[in-house]
């Protein structure tokens, strides 16, 4: 087969989820699949985190403004390769692909209510071109992708897709984060910020003034990825700028980083409102960090049974298990002994494999 793949923004410095689920999956395509022909579409970026095999070809196409990227530059480069099928990555997809089309839709949050105002004009104007095209391409689909059963469950229950047209493949995570990245000196409690309402920074904010409260301990707490100013708007906002002190941001975190920061890391909030997968969850469980994960979307699904799930709007929850992590050694052990025993159902060689599978049954229909 010749199949081309759409990987926009895996070159620029600063990636995200998106970016790292196309970037490992064709790593590991790179790995297993020495027959297929691989065109990967990108953006130019700093970061060239991938290298041409000779059945693996990149071609840059030298634009920054998304749609004009994806609705122009895209489609035409792709009638120039005449792949079998083109599998666009990251919930967007051609108008008109003029071949058959694969979408991995990560989720269907664009087409919700929010539950709050973006405080960024760029994800503003992401919503908006996600809201015009997703309904329009998905129609156009032999298949959607999606990364986990409530995500599925959602597209059709919003879209009104057929089942059988939106299949599942599960995300993985980097063998990078693993247990020589744990460490016995764990000073500090961990949160990725975020502007998006969903990442549900208010929440987490005021779980964390509860813990402050009740703690001997009162360990700091890191909330990567956003900007002081953002912190200290949000403290405003819920009347708990006294915990401005005990929060550090250093902003965004880079890949080559996280590991020792899981591992150095007392425990992990992930208590999002809502969530496709959770790939961070992952990620700090291999690192031997306890994770506490909110009880909503995906997340259970990926976590499994054992893990420390709380309702993410109940701050009193959150803290009591933040509390009980620091003052029961048992309770820390099993919380990271599952954890490690989960994480061996999910890897970025499955996903690939699985990509390999779904890619196939195209072909053949």
Not at 133 to 159: D, L, N, W
Not at 192 to 213: H, Q, S, W
Not at 258 to 271: D, E, N
């Amino acid at each position: 087969m010749k199949i081309a793949v759409e990987a926009q923004r895996i070159f620029r410095t600063n990636k995200h989820g998106m970016d790292f689920v196309v970037l490992e999956t064709v790593r590991c395509l790179q790995k297993i699949d020495r027959t297929n022909e691989y065109w990967i579409f990108v953006a130019p970026g700093d970061d060239v985190c991938l290298e041409e095999t000779s059945n693996f070809h990149i071609v840059i196409l030298d634009s920054t403004f998304y749609p004009y990227w994806e609705q122009v530059l895209l489609p035409r480069a792709v009638k120039s390769v005449r792949p079998d099928l083109l599998h666009c990555t990251s919930n967007t997809a051609p108008l008109f692909p003029g071949v058959p089309l694969i979408v991995t839709l990560h989720d269907v949050i664009a087409l919700e209510k929010q539950t709050g105002r973006n405080s960024s004009a760029y994800q503003t104007f992401g919503r908006i071109y996600s809201r015009f095209v997703i309904p329009r391409v998905i129609r156009k689909c032999r298949k959607v992708i999606t990364v986990s059963e409530y995500e599925k469950q959602r597209i059709i229950e919003r879209t009104g897709l057929e089942a059988d047209r939106v299949v599942v493949n599960y995300n993985g995570f980097g063998t990078e984060f693993n247990q020589d990245a744990a460490s016995e000196d764990r000073n500090y409690i961990l949160f990725f910020g975020a502007p998006n309402p969903k990442k549900n920074m208010k929440g987490t904010l005021l779980a964390y003034a509860r813990y402050l409260e009740k703690s001997q301990k009162q360990l700091p707490l890191l909330v990567a990825d956003v900007k002081a100013e953002l912190v200290s708007a949000v403290l405003d906002e819920i009347g708990c700028q006294w915990i401005r002190q005990y929060i550090d941001c250093p902003g965004y975190l880079s890949h080559s980083l996280l590991p020792g920061v899981y591992g150095h890391a007392a425990a992990f909030l992930y208590t999002s409102l809502r969530e496709s997968f959770g790939i961070p969850q992952l990620e700090a469980m291999a690192c031997g960090c306890p994770v506490i994960v909110s009880d909503t979307s995906a997340l259970p699904e990926v976590a499994g049974d054992g893990a420390l799930l709380a309702d993410p709007l109940d701050a009193d929850a959150i803290a009591g298990l933040l509390i009980r992590l620091e003052s029961d050694e048992q309770f820390r052990q099993v919380a990271v002994s599952y954890g490690l025993e989960r994480i061996k159902h999910f890897s970025w060689e499955m996903t690939a494999q699985r990509a390999l599978e779904i890619y196939g049954a195209e072909e053949r229909s």
